[in-house]
């Protein structure tokens, strides 16, 4: 931690804006998240367009690149990836991967192998031999990050596999996720190096994996992380923090809906106090039984008046939040127990009035691809739904 921290005091100034100023401390104190000003933020809300910036970044690459995803498919996505990789380690270019091993529980053992011939260092986190007598399964690292020579980032939903890009049989497949220039990229790098050391037992602490970086931009960024090792739950921490300082609006989109107390009555709170609280969910989703606990929990916020919008296009993967044309917030958290209390989980944090202005109008115009849910017509859906919903909603925290 040292070098981002050096890095921070080294900033002239970072200009937060005064409303986050105790949000922003939060993430210090807690998460050891530093705020880095100067940072240029780009947006992709598809996975081709996001795979083609990718691999091409990772073209540019001179010293180092380091991947971390949930999901890691051996597929046409996957070996796009993979052969740019291969190509990369070939010119001597560091590479190394961490995939996690339940989310890739699928994928052929040699495909890693390949990437291991090829010079590429690759390691699964938290391996689980005989999972029904492990609590390790219970744990997994649902991060999707890449760090490039230390100077480019990407964070976000997305996963590397084909339905990020194809999508589903019944529609698109939208996420959300960011490629980020500038200083902030040190958080991201500290992520991943952290975890590198976890799972290989080898502390990276190299200058070259910070370089000094000019400013490329006008957002204030950081990067906040959760897990279940830390002392406090710290991206939902920040969350009720933020979804209580709201003053105007706060909008989310989220594929799974399984809140913690804390944030449920924080959503409650803002929206019976006259805050515009938007709830975005897919109508239908991939995952049966989450998203039948999902919909246990749409009368808790409609009765206090946040607006829920049920997106019909595709499946909704998109993991972000937008208050007050000032915060925006993308990363790996989903709004559930398991994101918030058991997984390995990082968002960032931008703070920025063109870029939140930016992001509200990508929610907005994703309504248009929505239908709003009426509390008068939720209630009258058939009693054995209500009660199969009521069944799954005990099983919340596990799921």
Known sequence: MSKPRAEYLAQESVVVPPDYRRLVMLFQNIDQSFPFGGNHVETYIDGES??????????????????EYYIFNDDEVGNKVLDVLKEKAQEGVKVRVIYDDVGCWHVPSKFFRKMSDAGIEVRGFLKVHFPFFSGRVNYRNHRKLTVIDGKVGFIGGMNLADRYVKGVKWGIWRDTHLKIEGKAVHGLQTVFLMDWYFVDQKLLTSSEYFPKLPDVGSSVAQIVTGEPTSQWPDIMQGLVKAITGARKYFYVQSPYFLPTEPVLFALQTAALAGVDVRLMIPKKSDTVLPHLGTLSYLRDVLQAGVKVYQYQKGFIHSKLMISDDVLVSVGS????????????????????????QQMKQVFIDDQADAVQVALKEWKKRPWWEKLIQGIIRLMAPLL
Do not use: G, P, Q
């Open 50 to 67: 996001m795979l083609n910036a990718l691999i091409e970044e990772v073209r540019k690459a001179e010293n180092h690149i380091h991947m």
């Open 333 to 356: 958290t989903n709004m559930d127990f398991r994101s918030f209390e058991h997984n390995f989980e990082v968002n960032a944090f931008v703070y920025d009035r063109e870029f939140a």
